[in-house]
């Protein structure tokens, strides 16, 4: 009867330590399925940034590229109207020689 206790006392480790095994298994299966999750969620949280980032850099060039255009229309009206400005004073000038009631 002693060896058959020996033997129950043993079997009954091993299946206590079997379940122990597999409780252990499963439970760093789901430690391992939550991170998985939270790595999908961080990726994902990531790539949405980046598109944001991508649409405001896109905004931004947008954005200086019409700056750089109003600049060269402004520095070619600036231009312009500095042309008409010399035009004007240049008859202006001949205006006064020609005109015979000027005192010279």
Known sequence: MDT???IGAIVLAL???AVVVLLARKSK???LDSRREQA???REAARARQLEGEQAQAEADERAARAKREAAAAE???TEAQRSRAEADELAARARDVDPDQPD
Request: hydrophobic share 60%.
């Open 40 to 42: 999908v969620e961080h």
């Open 4 to 6: 058959a206790w020996i």
């Open 76 to 78: 070619l009206q600036a």
């Open 29 to 31: 299966g789901r430690r």
């Open 15 to 17: 299946i206590v330590i």
